[in-house]
């Protein structure tokens, strides 16, 4: 069955704090993605990447960085967090194959800046 | 621009009906792929079922089934026999190919289904 492990799953951070969400993937997916959830916006677009070294921008990129550093590893940094990024973030994974990008999700982290 | 929308906010219905949620999208893809994820209670996201834009036949999937309708660039849902367990978000997605081997998938808001005894 995927596999794909979020940390942490909750994190309080103050106004401009350094704050890194942590993905993994134990699937062997090339995709992986990046979604921040809000009500009244749905899921949302932050970065993607389709394999170690690569990174993809999103549609909703402002204030994120992203690195994947292997296959199985995929980061969300927020380098001066704002409260306005107090939301729910969902990290995915998929393979590149005919299930043309099936998503596979982790539980969530839930991020609150204060 | 690309994108996908659902306007069902919320929808109510009575268990063992039949409901139909509505989809449409805007794409320069000659190629692509249509989603349905359910997200539960708990916050857990789960793929239910995915239509080829080359296929025509509509995807089926145990009591979900789809409405493709290519010429109207709409992609409905519908769940039969509805269960109090089916509550839950349902999302519309599509992938599109930005650049080579760059697949982006993009959702729409959701719609929020109350299955009620």
């Known amino acids: 069955e995927a596999a794909v492990t979020q940390s942490p799953r909750n994190k309080v951070t103050v106004t401009g704090g350094n704050v890194t969400l942590s993905c993994r993937q134990t699937?062997?997916?090339?995709?992986m993605y990046w979604y921040r959830q809000d009500t009244g916006h749905g899921l949302r677009l932050i970065h993607y990447?389709?394999?170690?070294?690569?990174?993809q921008i999103g549609d909703v990129p402002d204030g994120y960085k992203a690195t994947r550093t292997t296959q199985e590893d995929f980061f969300l940094l927020l380098e001066l967090a704002s409260p306005s990024q107090t939301s729910l973030y969902f990290c995915?994974?998929?393979?590149?194959?005919?299930?043309?990008?099936?998503?596979?999700f982790g539980e969530g982290s839930r991020l609150i800046v204060v | 621009a690309q994108k996908v929308t659902q306007t069902q906010t919320s929808i109510s219905v009575m268990e063992k009906t039949t409901v139909t949620m509505d989809c449409v999208y805007e794409?320069?893809?000659?190629?692509?792929?249509l989603f349905w994820y359910k997200q539960t209670a708990s916050g857990e996201i789960v793929f239910l079922i995915r239509?080829?834009?080359?296929?025509?036949e509509n995807a089926t999937e145990g009591h979900y089934s789809l409405n493709f309708q290519k010429p109207k660039s709409s992609i409905g849902l519908i769940i039969t026999a509805t269960q109090i367990e089916d509550s839950a978000v349902y999302f519309c997605?599509?992938?599109?190919?930005?650049?080579?081997?760059?697949?982006?998938?993009?959702f729409g808001k959701g719609t929020h289904l109350h299955v009620l005894p």
């Open positions: 997605a599509m992938r599109e190919i930005y650049d080579t081997n760059a697949y982006k998938v993009i």
């Open positions: 794409t320069r893809d000659s190629s692509y792929f």
């Open positions: 990447s389709y394999g170690a070294g690569n990174l």
């Open positions: 699937n062997s997916h090339n995709y």
């Open positions: 995915a994974s998929s393979p590149r194959d005919n299930s043309g990008n099936t998503l596979y």
């Open positions: 239509q080829d834009s080359y296929k025509k």
